[in-house]
């Protein structure tokens, strides 16, 4: 068996057939959301002589295009429910700063309303990082409807092996094309194989959670890196043929209640075990979950154990990266960032995942805490 925080093909003659149409689809579509955040700050055009709030928990990919382009970053703090602090945000504001970036952590909605506000005050620009939050919503509507821009990464949340996207909801200034890479027929044949490798060992058809025990280094995989460059950096690729074909006929409703029926199963049970509890609090109407953030002060522990048993899960909230280039605040404390960042591990929810992979899992936990 093996299981992972992404969702796998599933092979089954039952599952509901795809319709066509089935979510609005007015994004324009790049192989992952890092070549549409490069897009959005080119249609902003953000570049050098600009500054940019971030909050201080991101991954690696999503800082990357701000290092390439030499963008000024000034990180802000978020909460123990991962929310910004609206009075912060709009005191860390200077002449230079061109645009507020708000992440909706593992798909839980965080609010914009006031955001908003404090961008349309100092005329600024706000991108909105929805890829985690493919069909949620809020009050306000639709997420990634209140940022001039929003970010999506279908493949985290969709069957398909790649595909992000960029939705331009400003109006004041026209769009500027994007020139992009056609993906080579090799990258779009190994996403492919990989897709398909990982469906065939999660109904456990391929021996894949051996070979990975034998082969990979999970220390590696739990360090700390500080460090961060241009270097990792490529081009803007648009999204595979295969994926461009699927992803309008993908059922976002159906998915939407399949992960938060899961999601609903890990709260239920995770705060039954001792040594474990949940992030965040009871899902809210229109929350649909990347995953379930569960936190133990014995995450490595944990991941380990979970390892040995062929389910490859991560901590997904990154620590915060101080050793970048054009970083204004990198000895700034942010306590509460770093807390979730040494104790969080993402449970899966998705739509592929089924009871026997879910029942196994939390046996595995309850194992090692002795439940």
């Known amino acids: 068996m093996y299981i992972s925080v992404l969702p796998t093909f599933r092979f089954t003659p039952f599952a509901p057939r795809e319709a066509e149409q089935k979510y609005p689809m007015d994004h324009i579509l790049f192989r992952y959301g890092r070549d549409a955040l490069w897009a959005a700050l080119e249609y902003l055009q953000i ?28 990180y802000y703090d978020l909460n123990h429910y991962l929310e910004p602090d609206t009075n912060e945000i709009e005191a860390r504001i200077t002449n230079k700063t061109h645009a507020i970036y708000v992440n909706h952590y593992l798909g839980r909605p965080t609010n914009l309303v006031e955001i908003r506000k ?36 279908y493949r985290k949340s969709l069957l398909i092996p790649d595909g992000g996207g960029l939705k331009i909801n400003a ?50 995989y739990l360090t700390v890196e500080d460090t961060l460059s241009a270097s990792d950096w490529s081009a803007p690729i648009e999204i595979s043929n295969f994926s ?11 998915m939407g209640k399949t992960r938060r029926d899961n999601y609903q199963f890990w709260q239920k049970n995770i705060p039954l075990i001792s040594g474990c ?3 965040f609090p009871p899902l809210q109407e229109g929350h649909v979950p990347y995953s379930f953030p ?8 944990l991941i380990r154990h979970l390892y040995t048993k062929g389910i490859y899960l991560e ?57």
């Not at 570049?47 to 963008?71: M, Q, T, W, Y």
């Not at 005050?121 to 009050?139: F, K, N, T, V, W």
């Not at 461009?244 to 159906?254: A, L, T």
Request: hydrophobic share 40%.
């Open 315 to 371: 901590p997904t909230i990154g620590p915060v990266y101080r050793n970048i280039d054009r970083l204004t605040n990198p000895d700034e404390n942010f306590a509460h960032i770093e807390t979730i960042a040494e104790e969080m591990i993402s449970l899966p929810v998705h739509q592929a995942l089924n009871p026997l992979q879910r029942d196994h899992i939390l046996r595995v936990i309850q194992q090692m805490y002795g439940s």
């Open 118 to 153: 404090i961008c349309d005050r100092h005329q600024l620009s706000l991108i909105e990082d929805c890829a985690h939050a493919l069909g949620g919503s809020d009050s306000t509507g639709p997420l990634g409807s209140t940022g001039d821009v929003a970010i999506f990464s």
């Open 244 to 254: 461009r074909k699927h992803i309008n006929k993908m059922d976002v409703e159906s």
């Open 277 to 279: 509890r949940a992030l």
């Open 47 to 74: 570049g050098p002589e600009h500054e940019v709030l971030l909050p201080a928990s991101l991954c690696d990919v999503v800082l990357v295009p701000f290092i390439k382009r030499n963008i000024a970053i000034q």
């Open 171 to 220: 109006t004041n200034q026209p769009f500027l094309e994007i020139i992009t890479e056609k993906p080579s027929f090799l990258f779009a044949l190994k996403s492919m194989v990989r897709m398909l490798v990982l469906g065939l060992a999660s109904h456990g058809f391929l021996p894949l959670a051996s070979w990975k025990r034998r082969t990979s280094n999970l220390d590696r």
């Open 294 to 301: 569960l936190l133990t002060q014995r995450r490595d522990e």
